[in-house]
């Protein structure tokens, strides 16, 4: 298993961005219940009989020899083998992959190299033959290629077995990131643009993709073909689905990871109101406290810290942070992480307008009962603001009573156009020619009787000349 980091709330806080050599406490490692692990489980388990291939020449003597003897050991045994003669064991299982045709012997061989991996220190054994094929090619530039420790792994991608494809996916992702060792733009942008075309919600494997590129957005130079790809268009339409909550930690770790970049939290942009639905809905806390580092990067990082908080507040994230801040929170991390954001929103909310406020809700899409909508001082000095930038404020209202279902909005939505007739007398006009009024109209055949009672409201209001004088008759 890999980890990495001993506290992610401290390296967001402090806008380091984590390294596969740093310090462990948080896997990476998908768990025990995903596609890859459980075939794994089933593959480790069977048998092989390798003598068959030695003698049809399928595979060498020396790697029957080594092989023979390492599969029948334990995996704790096999640990142990490779403190001694891990290079040749290495070398072996690499050989075993490029010359075994047979599906279900290279699953196995796949197994055996991914346990190998399983202790990170073994990745030296890897990058001691991309050494020593470097040091005997300076040495004499005619000499053939050697073994490759990432090569056969790439070119396994292409082949129609899906747990092979997976597996190679996963360990090529931990040669090339977990030590030195840096593949190369050519095959990474090869490499990359597959991962891509494998994040599908139908993908049973999507598990593993998402952890390969959890490890490979921890190298730097990794990140920008990654930003550049389709890889986060293909995401926010995955997250935009029902996605169990290990699938939806996987891919807000893999944009964590690149919040620590300035010029890659404007694409970043568009996961706020996508998280933040999550949030509202998240009970595992390591997909809270994810969530709640790529929200503290964000407000850090982005060069227009204000416009971030706009998103965070039509996503009506400080409404979650309130909920969240009054729970009792074990996890000191998480308690800071709330702590810390709702400070920096309740910052920004203070330095926007009252108006300002109301647009970034209305924006978001969902309204409620606040002081916003229910104040008349709001609308005595608002009223008129609605018509800014060609009625802005009002097509959006009209949209929200065409396409809205949530009753609450609904019902807010007709309260405003109500207000805003008014206290802005002239409006009637708008609210006909921009088709408000219809809308309003339809909501009177709404199941909700709340609903009803405000688009009656409404409609009271736009008939009326003198509102004011006949609420106070009706009171």
């Known amino acids: 298993h890999y980890y990495i980091t001993n506290n992610l709330s401290q390296m967001t806080s402090l806008g380091i961005a984590p390294t596969i050599n ?6 990476f490692v998908i768990g025990v219940t995903d596609t890859l692990t459980v075939r794994a489980t089933q593959i480790r388990s069977e048998a092989i009989m390798w003598q068959p291939l030695l003698r049809s020449a399928v595979i060498k003597e020396h790697d029957y020899n080594v092989i023979a003897v390492y599969d029948t050991m334990t995996k704790e045994q096999q640990m142990e083998r490779l403190k001694v003669d891990g290079l040749n064991i290495v070398k072996t299982l690499i050989n075993l992959t490029i010359s075994i045709c047979n599906e279900k012997i290279l699953q196995h061989v796949l197994v055996l190299v991914n346990d190998v991996l399983s202790d990170k220190e073994n990745i030296k054994l890897f990058e001691d033959i991309e050494d020593g094929n470097a040091a005997e090619k300076l040495a004499n530039k005619e000499a053939p290629k050697g073994l490759s420790s990432w090569e056969p792994f790439l070119d396994l991608l292409n082949r129609p077995d899906e747990f092979i494809v997976n597996q190679s996916c996963l360990i090529l992702a931990k040669v090339i990131s977990c030590g030195q060792f840096r593949l190369d733009s050519k095959n990474l942008n090869w490499f990359i643009n597959w991962q891509v075309s494998q994040l599908l919600q139908s993908n049973t494997y999507l598990h593993t993709i998402l952890a390969s590129q959890q490890l490979m957005l921890r190298v730097t130079e990794y990140r920008a073909p990654f930003h550049n790809s389709t890889c986060l268009d293909k995401m926010l339409n995955i997250l935009s689905t029902r996605i169990s909550f290990q699938l939806q930690y996987q891919m807000v770790f893999c944009f964590w990871l690149l919040s620590f970049r300035t010029t890659y939290c404007f694409k970043l942009m568009d996961f706020i109101k996508p998280t933040a639905e999550i949030l509202r809905q998240a009970v595992k806390e390591k997909v809270i406290r994810i969530i709640l580092q790529f929200y503290r990067n964000l407000l850090t990082n982005h060069s227009a810290p204000r416009k971030i908080a706009e998103l965070m507040i039509q996503g009506k994230v400080q409404v979650v942070i309130g909920q969240l801040i009054e729970k009792n929170w ?33 924006k978001s899409g969902k309204l409620e009962w606040s002081p916003l909508h229910t104040n008349p001082a709001f609308w005595r000095e608002n009223a008129q603001k609605l018509n800014q930038n060609d009625h802005e404020v009002l097509r959006m209202i009209r949209i929200l009573l065409k396409d809205e279902q949530d009753p609450t909005t609904l019902a807010v939505c ?20 921009l088709g408000l009024k219809e809308r309003v109209v339809c909501l009177l055949d709404n199941d909700d009787p709340k609903v009803k009672s405000a688009a009656l409201l409404a409609l009271q209001k736009l008939m009326l000349n003198n509102w004011e004088f006949m609420a106070k008759t009706n009171a």
């Open 330 to 362: 074990k996890d000191e991390d998480i308690k800071e992480d709330v702590e810390h954001v709702k400070g920096v929103l309740d910052e920004m909310l203070q330095d926007m307008s009252t108006f300002d406020s109301y647009l970034a809700e209305v």
């Open 414 to 433: 007709a309260h405003d156009v109500g207000e805003y007739v008014r206290h802005y007398p002239v409006g009637k006009y708008n609210v006909e020619k």
């Open 22 to 27: 740093g310090d462990i406490v948080e896997e």
